[in-house]
């Protein structure tokens, strides 16, 4: 079970850290990424790490201001998010999956996700 954390409610600039932990003992050896929707809109990849943490894929929207991280010893996935926008706003969703690739449908398992509000 993956489990998102973290979001809230920040002013445009700030900084949020969002964080992911899986229950399964095999959270090592999947790559794992972030993907976000706002209302009306598709799910929008964001950002993906693979099993190792050598490989790291950003979206250019995020690029230079989001970090993405895991800890294999806490079974965690974490996202930085700094010089937050307002077009940031969205609900922030973890996935698992088995390379860490851009497109929703390559991640086989979900978490609920975590809601981000960047106030202008």
């Known amino acids: 079970q993956l489990q998102a954390s973290g979001g809230g409610l920040v002013q445009a600039g700030g900084s949020l850290r969002l964080s992911c932990a899986d229950s399964?003992?095999?959270?090592?050896?999947?790559?794992m990424g972030w993907f976000r929707q706002a209302p009306g809109k598709d799910r929008e990849f964001v950002a993906a790490?693979?099993?190792?943490?050598?490989?790291?894929v950003y979206a250019d929207s995020v690029k230079g201001r989001f970090t993405i991280s895991r800890d294999n010893a806490k079974n965690t996935m974490y996202l930085q998010m700094n010089s937050l926008k307002p077009e940031d706003t969205s609900v922030y969703y973890c996935?698992?999956?088995?390379?860490?690739?851009?497109?929703?449908?390559?991640?086989?398992?979900w978490g609920q996700g975590t809601l981000v509000t960047v106030s202008s």
């Open positions: 790490i693979s099993w190792g943490g050598g490989t790291k």
């Open positions: 996935a698992r999956g088995p390379r860490a690739v851009t497109p929703p449908e390559a991640y086989d398992y």
């Open positions: 399964e003992r095999t959270f090592s050896v999947y790559a």
